[in-house]
């Protein structure tokens, strides 16, 4: 009798356990959906069950309903002749006479208890129907009724947070598709024509035109280039949020590192960035290309926030179950309050010193979505006007020869 969504055999357990135990023939569970309880299972009667399944009642009106009601612990009890009549289309009232007597139960007497959880949220609702003996219950039974109230309350409450985290992580994954799509379309469409723009500027600038015009291409030139370069930014951090399994082959982050400061010397970076690297290879598992922008975004900005010819070092420390990677400049550094934002996409700091550096805010959030996708972790410490450390932690490949102490 179970509904097919995920939780509800747990609940329905709980049902039939009130109907085996509690001296009730009927017992139904309803969580709160939309501002309505919905019944999700039924215990004690097919007839019950094929009535109330599925079967919705708005929150509020129940709640009315239960104003008028004796408080019994967490029971709430309506007599009948309390009953507004309000609820009689969302209830399943048995076919049965009424006994004579101020404790005989009538079939349209209600019992039920508020399912909530530990934040006073309501989440669901017990209900119970048709005792066996015919009467309103008990002290002891309303015991044992209590005590089934709360198993009810907390199977609710881990069947409702499930299905939300299961909800929000289905919406995460939407989200994350359609800004990946939307990333990857966005950089094709910069990439192209801004291709053009600085061919054309470089060819107009191979005619040596006079000081003026050459004045006006430069600036082109470094505008495109920076339009180029948050296309470039755009489509790592799409491709970064694809779906796509590790390389499970371990790579060398020394080997790594390294060639990412080849390139940047090839590029004409800065020469004063120290390496302090062992000498030999330390295995990790994951993306080359994609630790490479890692290792290229922290070394490009903790360049291009140091003064001239301040010091960069870039060094890689083992321990026993990870590789710390660091970047350390004696740059401007980041204030307290941006150091809480500097992971965010597109973030840059209102300081007039950072903004007078080229820049777009996807570098750091790059490396913080790599890195985490490899099951590491970006930490930043920093003082402004006293330099910074970015700090990556990645776990070691456990192979025999990588675990070798160094």
Request: with cysteine.
């Amino acid at each position: 009798m179970s509904h097919p969504d995920t939780g509800n055999d747990v609940l329905q357990f709980i049902a039939d356990g009130v109907v085996s135990l509690s001296g009730f023939d009927v017992a139904a569970i309803s969580v709160v959906e939309d501002d309505h309880f919905r019944i999700v299972a039924v215990a004690g009667s097919r007839s019950a069950a094929r009535d109330l399944l599925d079967r919705q009642a708005p929150v509020q009106l129940v709640l009315e309903e239960l104003s008028r009601a004796d408080e019994w612990g967490q029971l709430l009890f309506v007599p009948h002749d309390r009953a507004t009549g309000r609820l009689h289309g969302f209830q399943w009232i048995p076919v049965t006479d009424a006994a004579p007597g101020d404790v005989s139960w009538h079939p349209e007497d209600l019992l039920c208890a508020l399912l909530r959880d530990a934040q006073g949220r309501l989440r669901g609702l017990l209900s119970v129907d048709l005792p066996r003996d015919g009467r309103r219950p008990d002290v002891d039974q309303r015991q044992v009724l209590n005590v089934y109230a709360d198993q009810a309350r907390r199977a609710v409450v881990n069947v409702v947070e499930h299905r939300d985290l299961t909800r929000d992580l289905e919406v995460e994954r939407r989200v994350s598709r359609s800004r990946s799509e939307l990333m990857h379309m966005l950089s094709h469409e910069v990439r192209s024509p801004t291709t053009s723009v600085l061919g054309h500027a470089e060819l107009a600038l191979d005619k040596e035109p006079d000081a003026d015009v050459r004045r006006h291409l430069e600036a082109i030139l470094r505008g495109a280039h920076r339009i180029a370069d948050m296309a470039e930014s755009m489509l790592v951090t799409a491709s970064v949020e694809e779906d796509r399994p590790l390389p499970a082959t371990p790579i060398d982050l020394v080997g790594i590192a390294r060639e990412v400061r080849r390139q940047l010397a090839d590029d004409q970076a800065p020469e004063d960035i120290e390496l302090d690297l062992p000498e030999r290879a330390v295995e990790i598992r994951g993306d080359t290309d994609e630790l490479g922008v890692v290792v290229r975004n922290l070394l490009t900005n903790a360049v291009k926030y140091s003064p001239p010819g301040g010091a960069v070092r870039l060094s890689v420390d083992v321990e026993a179950e990870h590789v710390v990677l660091a970047v350390r400049d004696e740059g401007i550094g980041i204030s307290e309050e941006d150091q809480a934002h500097v992971f965010e996409e597109f973030f840059r700091s209102p300081s007039s010193e950072v903004r007078a550096r080229p820049g777009h805010g996807l570098g750091l959030s790059i490396v913080d979505r790599i890195v985490r996708r490899h099951g590491g972790t970006v930490a930043v410490a920093s003082r402004a006007g006293d330099g910074t450390t970015m700090s990556v932690r990645l776990p070691r490949a456990r192979s025999a020869e990588s675990c070798a102490p160094l």
